[in-house]
């Protein structure tokens, strides 16, 4: 069963806009929640997190929000930019597990 | 800064060979994990440890086994290498089962 869903398997945005990942999740006892990004024939690199006590967590041009009613959380990428192509990974976990999503591709055009 | 190395970037096998992965991290983290990627699966965990010679199943353990022997070094082993195992295979480490992963670069490989 898939806990944790990235339902967009890819995203294409241009240079200089908004890029808006978004995430799912069925297990309402995840407190902790990531962002790994990852390069093709590279490891996936933790991004950003966020405590299910907080709503909103910013590092630079990223921001996750969760809204933990609706199980959703969403990175925003402001502003986008080349570099920032990659597969995008969300992850939830509790005490015991971690759950990670789909992945969703995102592609910045110059 | 975290290190975690995987022996191999790129490994080719065949149908029926024993298989071995291995991982090695240098932050004295308690756990180690493998999982495999796959695309629209992403990643799929394999098997888990948390401390030396303890090991758990993951979501997808058949044909697959694994060995910690030290608290460094974790591997993953194809007992009989089948072409459904052709995949990227992620190492990943963390200091508790909760907090984040610090993954390696990953084995890409291919069973003819």
């Known amino acids: 069963d898939q806990q944790v869903k990235q339902n967009s398997p890819s995203l294409s945005v241009q240079e200089g806009r908004i890029s808006i990942l978004n995430c799912d999740y069925t297990n309402s006892m995840f407190d902790y929640f990531l962002w790994y990004k990852k390069y093709p024939a590279e490891g996936p690199t933790f991004l950003i997190s966020?405590?299910?006590?907080?709503d909103k967590n910013e590092d630079g041009r990223f921001t996750v929000f969760l809204n933990k009613s609706a199980k959703h959380l969403s990175l925003h990428i402001v502003p986008s930019q080349p570099g920032d192509s990659a597969v995008y990974f969300c992850a939830a976990s509790d005490n015991n597990d971690m759950r990670f999503g789909a992945g969703t591709r995102l592609t910045v055009k110059p | 800064d975290v290190k975690v190395t995987q022996s191999s970037r790129y490994l080719v096998k065949r149908t029926g060979e024993k298989v071995f992965l291995e991982c090695v991290q240098d932050?004295?983290?308690?756990?180690m994990f493998w999982y495999r990627q796959d695309p629209g699966l992403g990643l799929r965990l394999i098997y888990f440890?948390?401390?030396?010679?303890?090991?758990e199943k993951g979501d997808i353990p058949e044909g697959y086994s694994v060995s910690r022997e030290k608290k460094e070094r974790f591997s993953l082993i194809l007992e009989s290498a089948s072409t459904n195992q052709t995949s990227m295979y992620l190492c990943?480490?963390?200091?508790?089962?909760?907090?984040?992963?610090?993954f390696g670069p990953g084995t890409r490989l291919l069973v003819l």
């Open positions: 966020i405590s299910s006590i907080k």
């Open positions: 932050m004295d983290h308690e756990n």
């Open positions: 990943a480490t963390s200091e508790t089962l909760q907090e984040t992963q610090y």
């Open positions: 440890s948390y401390d030396v010679k303890m090991k």
